[in-house]
């Protein structure tokens, strides 16, 4: 099942193996189940602390369970977990075993204090590059805590399952047989969940922090950047971010990130993260922004007040917060988001399996997502609201290549259509006769372009028509003290490497404009 490299890889971590652990298989005669046995009986061979048992009485096969013998502690699966999802089997192998996590004390005590029953069931798919944080979340808090339990699902091993409790999205997590929530989840964030004095807690402990140098907003790659570049000058600073990573974290593939031939969102993020803790920077991670308040004078505090209560206060503030997917804004998207209409192809793209879906956008990002939707579902429509796509012509050449494609120029999507529990279509308007058509679909892919996340600021600073906050050269905005960079900005080209760029640019510029203040009769004191 495993090749001799991966064998040899995995061996090693094995040996981080503290205590025994047995492989529960519940199989049948399928050739998934004996695929599956196939990979834990490689698994067992690596290690004299893992056993393997193939009489397990699971409802779902294949399915396994990883247990810590003598104990309740264990991690399940319900598939077979290869793909994005084969560190997570490594990792739930390790914890199970005894090896440690790297989450920090604070948050493992938080699990483990955790009061009730709590019943886990995430639905994923192995290309999808969010669900493996989710997953790996809920897989450390079962082992942290015998009260949790989890079992991640392969949905497309499951489709009856999926349609029968409408799972239009991954990753989708139930809790006690309820939905729990969609989407890319860190342990963190679902302890804060199911903690109700988290908030309130962590509201107390952020406003007694003294003010600081950098007041960093966004842990994308320009607040990451940023932060980086202040702490190196060495003046107090600090990040809060929404999710450290930004959306990068949703992103698939990255093969334009220079001296980087190919990286994913996810793994580029956790770098990102790693580099910043390498300084001495506050990272305020899980923290909405929701108002900035400009300092009166330069030299006088600048002051961020957060969706908890807290109030943050710094010298500079830089405001990085970056961009989200853009809606098309008809009636149905919202009613129907995650129930058919979603905005990642390759997290979702494999719940659709023979369906038909449409794609709206004809840029770069709706045809490669045509492009890869084509080899998994049953027929794609592509719909453009311009009289031509814009995607690069390589593209164009490639999906004109494919048998299950259409594509439609000229048409503005008008509503989503559904029966009241999943997308059945869609009504556009051809916008060269003005006739207004109908698709029966069971699937609509999102890809229009992005928004700026700056509504909290509208009103403070100066912002351009589309909402981008309007820097100079130097990173700048239209507030002494107060920089952007990334894409939030009225920068052109959103790129990770640019935002990079900005980032420490604006950083920078902050640390110049820090030491052109005027020298407080305290500082000449002290």
């Known amino acids: 099942m495993l090749d001799a490299d991966l064998k040899s890889q995995l061996q090693a971590y094995l040996e981080k193996v503290v205590h025994p652990i047995e492989l529960v298989a519940s199989l049948d005669e399928s050739a998934k189940s004996q695929e599956l046995l196939g990979l834990l009986q490689d698994i067992a061979s690596l290690s004299d602390k893992i056993s393997l048992s193939p009489d397990g009485t699971e409802t779902r096969k294949p399915s396994f369970a990883i247990n810590r013998l003598g104990t309740d502690v264990s991690v399940s699966f319900a598939g077979i977990p290869l793909g994005h999802e084969f560190t997570s089997l490594v990792l739930a192998l390790l914890h199970v075993g005894g090896h440690p996590s790297k989450a920090t004390q604070e948050v493992i005590e938080q699990v483990r204090h955790l009061d009730g029953e709590y019943r886990f069931e995430t639905f994923m798919s192995l290309s999808c590059h969010s669900c493996p944080d989710t997953v790996q979340a809920l ?12 079992v991640a699902i392969d949905g497309s091993l499951f489709q009856d399952e999926v349609n029968e409790r409408q799972v239009m999205a991954v990753p989708t997590v139930f809790l006690n047989g309820e939905p729990f929530d969609t ?37 994308g790659p320009a607040g990451a950047a940023a932060a980086i570049y202040a702490a190196r000058k060495g003046i107090r600073t600090g990040v809060v971010a929404e999710r450290f990573g930004g959306q990068v974290l949703d992103t698939m593939s990255i093969e334009n990130f220079i001296s980087v031939p190919y990286t994913e969102g996810p793994k580029l993020a956790a770098a990102l993260e790693q580099h910043v803790h390498e300084y001495d920077v506050d990272v305020m991670n899980l923290q909405r922004a929701d108002q900035l308040i400009a300092a009166d004078e330069p030299g006088e505090l600048h002051a961020v007040r957060l969706a908890n209560g807290a109030t943050l206060k710094a010298k500079t503030v830089i405001l990085s917060t970056g961009a989200r997917w853009r809606n098309m804004n008809v009636p149905g998207e919202q009613e129907y988001r995650n129930k058919g209409v979603t905005y990642c192809p390759h997290c979702d793209g494999p719940l659709f399996k023979g369906k038909r879906v449409a794609v709206i956008g004809g840029g770069n990002s709706g045809v490669e997502a045509a492009i890869d939707l084509a080899g998994i579902v049953g027929h794609v429509t592509l719909l453009e609201f311009d009289s031509k796509l814009r995607a690069d012509e390589v593209l164009q050449r490639k999906l004109r290549s494919l048998a299950n494609v259409d594509v439609i120029v000229s048409a503005q999507t008008t509503e989503v259509h559904g029966d009241g529990q999943k997308v059945t279509g869609l009504a556009y308007t051809d916008r060269s006769s003005g006739d207004s058509r109908q698709l029966a679909l069971e699937g609509v892919f999102v890809q229009i372009g992005l928004l700026p996340n700056t509504e909290w600021l509208k009103g403070t600073l100066q912002l351009s028509p589309r909402g981008e906050i309007e820097v100079d050269a130097r990173g700048e905005t239209s507030l002494p003290g107060v920089f952007a960079a990334g894409d939030v900005t009225t920068v052109p080209y959103k790129q990770i490497v640019i935002a990079m760029g900005e980032g420490s640019k604006a950083s920078l510029s902050a640390f110049d404009y820090l030491i052109r203040l005027p020298v407080t009769e305290e500082a000449l004191v002290a």
């Open 183 to 219: 989407g890319r989840m860190s342990i963190e964030q679902i302890a804060a969940r199911l903690d109700s004095g988290a908030a309130d807690r962590a509201a107390e402990r952020l406003k007694s922090k003294p003010a600081f140098d950098v007041l960093v907003i966004g842990g």
């Open 139 to 150: 897989n450390l808090m079962s082992v942290l805590n015998p009260n949790i339990k989890h």
